[in-house]
């Protein structure tokens, strides 16, 4: 357990979309563009020609994997379109953002209607700099809502979603008066931020907020300030913003030795506890909340795909399949690829469920409410079907 969060505090900075367990980039200035950009025209007789960025040739393993699963994924949502051709042009980035930018201003000149990537916020920050130039919007796999804006959406699952679905669950579950625990680094304090507003957003208040240095020594120091916190203010509830590479185990083990557990103050995290699969059996988590996709779709889309390519899709490759999925909707739809139809209210479905892409360059992502029972992962409450339900 130790040896996994010293570990985490020696991991590259990278934000890498649909995973909150990454640590997060410096954020970049987003192209300033008020609303987007309408796009280029889109001839609905012929196919549309979407870019995609992957980090291959970083020289880096877990890039080069990546990059692969990304593609593979793009190519399965072409397959389901039905009636809608995709030219599909894949670019390679390098991991970095002097090529990332290079690539995609290639890629306008060489036709494409809209980009799917970068993954890193660096990198997508900078495609979008050279998209912009050209009038073509960027739909990249980061979740780093700091590049978000202009003609840069962000595809990923980002903390502020997250919260407001979290905190207006546990409002209408009574849980009004929270301690936030929270590292910080820019990760930590992002998603502080996050729940500051969602919480004030639901109604309800952070009665404490118990910041600590993203060490082991730190979550030491911070677990009896946390646990003076709940029980000097009453608290009900105790958000977490650590993950599952990082903190999380060592809060799970030693906030319960302390006497706070979600039978009394319920824990409630900004990430993702079911992943890796070892931590449901962590005694601590028991009980506690946290928000993902909705199991049965996301089940469907790693099966499709495990039996298409014969191995388990990457975290984030859905983020491909979602890009494909909406561009190939707006095409049925005789639409375009500006700012316009990218917003459109009603959203589109993905491997997770329902989302939809909003004008500051963010996203809202339909997802469930869940909770860890005898290691198990329960649902409680489903994740909605459309916006304007639970959750939204």
């Not at 969602?198 to 646990?227: D, L, M, R, T």
Request: contains cysteine; charged residues 15%.
């Amino acid at each position: 357990m130790f040896a996994l969060l010293k570990a985490a505090c020696k991991a590259p900075k990278r934000l890498i979309a649909g995973l909150a367990a990454a640590a997060a980039v410096a954020a970049c200035a987003p192209v300033n563009l008020a609303g987007g950009l309408s796009g280029p025209a889109v001839d609905p007789g012929q196919p549309v020609q979407v870019a995609l960025l992957v980090p291959k040739g970083s020289g880096a393993a877990g890039d080069a994997v990546l990059a692969r699963s990304l593609e593979n994924a793009a190519r399965l949502a072409m397959n389901d379109l039905g009636g809608v051709e995709i030219d599909l042009r894949v670019y390679d980035t390098q991991g970095n953002a002097a090529t990332a930018q290079r690539v995609a201003n290639q890629a306008v000149v060489e036709g494409a209607k809209i980009i799917l990537g970068p993954v890193y916020a660096g990198n997508a920050n900078a495609a979008g700099l050279a998209a912009a130039q050209g009038g073509v919007n960027v739909l990249s796999f980061s979740n780093n809502a700091s590049i978000a804006g202009g003609n840069v959406w962000v595809l990923g699952h980002t903390f502020e979603n997250t919260a407001d679905r979290l905190a207006s669950y546990a409002a209408r579950q009574g849980k009004n008066r929270a301690v936030i625990a929270y590292s910080t680094d820019v990760q930590g304090q992002t998603a502080a931020n996050a729940l500051r507003s969602a919480v004030k957003g639901a109604g309800g208040q952070i009665v404490a907020e118990v910041p600590h240095e993203f060490s082991q020594q730190g979550v030491v120091n911070a677990v009896p300030k946390i646990k003076a916190a709940v029980d000097s203010a009453g608290a009900d509830a105790l958000y977490l913003t650590a993950n599952t590479a990082g903190a999380l185990p060592l809060f799970s083990q030693m906030l319960p030795e302390q006497g706070v557990t979600s039978a009394t103050t319920q824990f409630i995290g900004l990430t993702r506890w079911d992943i890796p699969a070892q931590t449901l059996a962590l005694p601590g988590v028991q009980g506690g909340w946290f928000a993902l996709p909705d199991p049965n779709r996301t089940a469907q889309f790693n099966a499709r795909y495990g039996s298409a390519y014969g191995s388990a899709p990457h975290p984030i490759a859905s983020l491909a399949y979602d890009g494909i999925a909406a561009v190939g909707a707006l095409a049925k739809q005789g639409r375009g690829l500006g700012a316009r139809d990218l917003t459109q209210g009603a959203g589109f479905q993905g491997t997770g469920g329902v989302f939809r892409l909003l004008p500051n360059g963010s996203n809202e992502r339909g997802l469930a409410v869940a909770t860890i029972a005898n290691q198990r992962v329960q649902v409680i409450d489903p994740a909605p079907r459309g916006f304007g339900g639970a959750g939204f």
